[in-house]
């Protein structure tokens, strides 16, 4: 059973770009969810997808937006890259949304804003 | 706004040593779940707690769910090198998963 997919893995970026990241969950699963992962602020909630629909929204800028697809893949955006926006992209698929289902982590995204 | 804290942040053992990570929530929880991250890696599932009190155990591992549903704790008997990375507990105070700031531990052989 394949595991979670996200692409591109490593991706350098300059100030002010735009970026998009991909994540394809483990088949059957209907939720997807972000986070970013920094030294200094560890696991932080983007957003929550389930059934092409936003669930949930952490404390971020409307710069970080996302959106699923029918076969339940979700891609995240960044737009006007900020220094601090380089960390890993993590993402992560449920059968289940909301607060309990066991979360399954894709290998992350390693964005670097220059 | 909720907090999920963790200590300690980093943790040194011998390996044979024994280990605790502790977490605290400012609210209660409906459940928590512990990941492990090896350095380098991506977070892995370890369990989930439900029960108010509730002690579960992986072989050297021990997790607890404190009875006011506010805590818990991780308990590695007798370390090994494999243990090494950071161990996460994740808590749903609403729809959403809060992460703890994780604890490192480093095994020295």
């Known amino acids: 059973k394949a595991g979670v997919t996200q692409t591109p893995r490593y991706l350098i970026k300059t100030r002010g770009q735009q970026v998009t990241l991909s994540c394809s969950p483990i088949s059957g699963h209907r939720s997807v969810s972000w986070y970013q992962q920094t030294p200094g602020q560890g696991l932080q909630f983007l957003f929550e997808y389930f059934s092409e629909t936003q669930r949930n929204k952490g404390n971020f800028p409307g710069r970080f937006s996302g959106r699923q697809f029918s076969n339940s893949r979700s891609e995240m955006n960044v737009s006007t890259l900020e220094l601090g926006d380089s960390a890993l992209y993590l993402c992560a698929s449920s059968r289940q949304t909301g607060n309990t289902g066991e979360l399954f982590f894709g290998e992350g995204s390693r964005l670097t804003v220059l | 706004g909720q907090q999920v804290m963790q200590i300690p942040q980093y943790q040194h053992v011998q390996e044979g040593e024994d280990f605790t990570t502790y977490c605290n929530s400012s609210?209660?929880?409906?459940?928590i779940q512990w990941y492990k991250q090896r350095p380098g890696g991506h977070p892995v599932f370890l369990i989930q707690?439900?029960?108010?009190?509730e002690v579960k155990k992986q072989k050297r591992l021990t997790f607890q769910f404190g009875e006011a549903k506010k805590n818990s704790s991780l308990h590695i008997t007798a370390t090994q090198t494999t243990d090494v990375g950071t161990y996460f507990c994740a808590g749903p105070p609403g729809n959403q998963f809060y992460f703890g700031t994780g604890t490192s531990l480093t095994v020295i052989p």
């Open positions: 609210t209660t929880l409906s459940n």
């Open positions: 707690l439900v029960k108010s009190g």
